[in-house]
C-alpha cells in the first residue's frame, strides 16, 4: 500500500488507495507547514497546544486530499467518462473543504475555481504525456557507486611529475 501510486490503477478503481496516496502528501505537506507555523509564528506553549496547530494544518490538508481523490473518482463512476470534468469537480471539492476551514465563502469559492483549474491542467498534462517533475540523474545510487570513477578526463601520466619526497 506504501509503495501504490496514483496512476497505478485506472480512473475509478481503488478510490481508497487513491485516496490514501493523496492524503500521505497532504499529511507530509501539513507536517512541513505546521512545523514551520510551530517553530517560527506561533510558538504554542506545552504538549496540547502544539497538537492542536498541528492538527489545525494536518486535518484540513488531508481532508482536501481525500476529498479530491474520491470525488474525482466517484464522478468517473457516476459519469463513465474519463475526462477533465472530473478533475474539476475533485478541485471544487477540495476548495470547498478549504472555505469550510477558514470559515470564508469568500475565500472557498476563488480556491475552489482555481483548484479545479489545476486540476484540469494536472489531468490534460496526464492525458497528453507531459513531464511536470523530470528525472534528474544522480551521481551516487548505491554504496557501491564511490568505486566509480566519475571525473571528465582521464590522468595523463606525462602531467604527473610530482614526487613523495624523501624522508
Known sequence: MLSYKYYDSPEGHDIYKK???TSKYAALS???????????????KGIINTAGRYLWYLGPLVGMASAFSVT?????????KNDKLNYFLGGVAAGSVYGAWQRSLTAGVP????????????KTGIDEGWTFIPDIPQATKTIQSVRHDWTYSKDVEELKTWTTGSN
Open 111 to 122: 480556491v475552489a475555481v482555481v483548484l479545479g483549474a489545476i486540476a484540469v491542467v494536472k
Open 30 to 44: 501539513g507536517f512541513g507547514a505546521a512545523t514551520f507555523d510551530v517553530l517560527m509564528y506561533s510558538h504554542p
Open 19 to 21: 485516496a490514501f496516496v
Open 72 to 80: 474525482a473518482n466517484v464522478a468517473q463512476n457516476i459519469r463513465g
